[in-house]
């Protein structure tokens, strides 16, 4: 089983949609979360941090469910810009005791007018 | 500001070729790591170093080797290139004071195509 697991879409939406994706990570140590957004052939960049409480930047939102090992990342208003690959991205415990990023697959997105 | 740096950006070796891809960042970060992302698959760790003289190994390290003499430089070797290291290689860099510390986000340099014939 993955450590981070995603829905890889392709998500085809049209624009001023809503929609969500989600994400579950298998070990129950993670501490950190995130959401990468990553344009064709480009790096991943940050998107947003996922907090416990969850939180809001604008149009989304992310939600952490610890009990459920489940992120998720509600896009609202879809723009054709929101169109890219975004990723799931969990802080996990290594062998040796140390932390590592583990990302998901990604889930691609395309906002279509 | 630069951020973080990798050469080549393109390159193409023949199978058994050996290769060093580099990565430089100037933001003093104690954190780096080398990931390859192929079709489907997303982003995958192959070493990863949490401060000069310490590395780790990731989710795929055979193959490759790795060296962190300096904080700013996080080299990648391929010893024997093959077939199947064909693919996107990203390092990234971040803030890492702690074991403890939450959500530090990754630098990702512009990427390396590699392919292996």
């Known amino acids: 089983r993955k450590e981070v697991e995603q829905d890889p879409g392709p998500f085809n939406v049209p624009e001023g949609a809503t929609v969500a994706f989600n994400c579950t990570y298998s070990?129950?140590?993670?501490?950190?979360f995130f959401w990468y957004r990553q344009d064709c052939r480009k790096e991943p960049k940050l998107l947003m941090s996922?907090?416990?409480s969850g939180n809001e930047d604008g149009r989304f939102t992310a939600q952490l469910n610890r009990a459920s090992q489940y992120i998720s990342l509600l896009i609202r208003d879809s723009k054709l810009s929101d169109s890219a690959t975004y990723l799931c991205?969990?802080?996990?415990?290594?062998?040796?005791?140390?932390?590592?990023?583990?990302f998901g697959s990604g889930t691609r997105l395309q906002v279509q007018p | 500001n630069a951020g973080v740096t990798q050469t080549p950006k393109f390159q193409v070796l023949k199978t058994g070729q050996s290769m060093t891809l580099q990565c430089a960042q100037d933001?003093?970060?104690?954190?780096m790591s080398w990931y390859r992302q192929d079709p489907g698959m997303g982003l995958r760790l192959i070493h990863y170093?949490?401060?000069?003289?310490?590395?780790d190994q990731g989710e795929v390290p055979n193959g490759y080797n790795v060296s962190r003499s300096t904080t700013e430089d996080f080299p990648l070797r391929l010893l024997s290139a093959a077939p199947s290291q064909t693919s996107v290689y990203f390092c990234?860099?971040?803030?890492?004071?702690?074991?403890?510390?939450?959500?530090?986000?990754?630098?990702f340099g512009d990427g390396t195509r590699l392919s292996i014939l």
């Open positions: 933001m003093n970060h104690e954190y």
């Open positions: 170093s949490v401060g000069a003289g310490i590395t």
């Open positions: 990234a860099s971040s803030p890492f004071r702690s074991l403890r510390t939450e959500n530090q986000p990754q630098h």
């Open positions: 070990n129950s140590a993670s501490q950190s």
């Open positions: 996922v907090y416990s």
């Open positions: 991205v969990v802080n996990v415990l290594g062998d040796t005791g140390r932390r590592a990023l583990t």
